[in-house]
Nanobody, 115 residues
């Protein structure tokens, strides 16, 4: 089970750090990812981090967001800088596995960026 937190209201250009805490070990889960769903839109991929530390980002967040993982704390982070109004969404974490995902989607954490 995954619990995302850290969302909130921020002005454009601001920063937020999201956390995703797992109830069990994520040591062997590869990769872990962040996703988001804006109002009226489908859920989309944001970023993923692999066990070795390598990362991948959606073009829309590249250079502004940084994903990381702490396998001791069983937590995945998303540092979001230079936020834009179009980043407004509910952010979720999960782990892609085959055509689906390893975990049931949680409630996510809402990020609202005002202009």
């Amino acid at each position: 089970q995954l619990q995302a937190s850290g969302g909130g209201l921020v002005q454009a250009g601001g920063s937020l750090r999201l956390s995703c805490a797992a109830s069990g070990s994520i040591f062997s889960i590869n990769p872990m990812g962040w996703y988001r769903q804006a109002p009226g839109k489908q859920r989309e991929y944001v970023a993923m981090v692999f066990i070795g530390g390598s990362t991948n980002y959606a073009e829309s967040v590249k250079g502004r967001f940084t994903i990381s993982r702490d396998n001791v704390k069983n937590t995945v982070y998303l540092q979001m800088n230079s936020l834009k109004p179009e980043d407004t969404a509910v952010y979720y974490c999960n782990a892609p596995r085959g055509p689906g995902y390893r975990f049931i989607w949680g409630q996510g954490t809402l990020v609202t960026v005002s202009s």
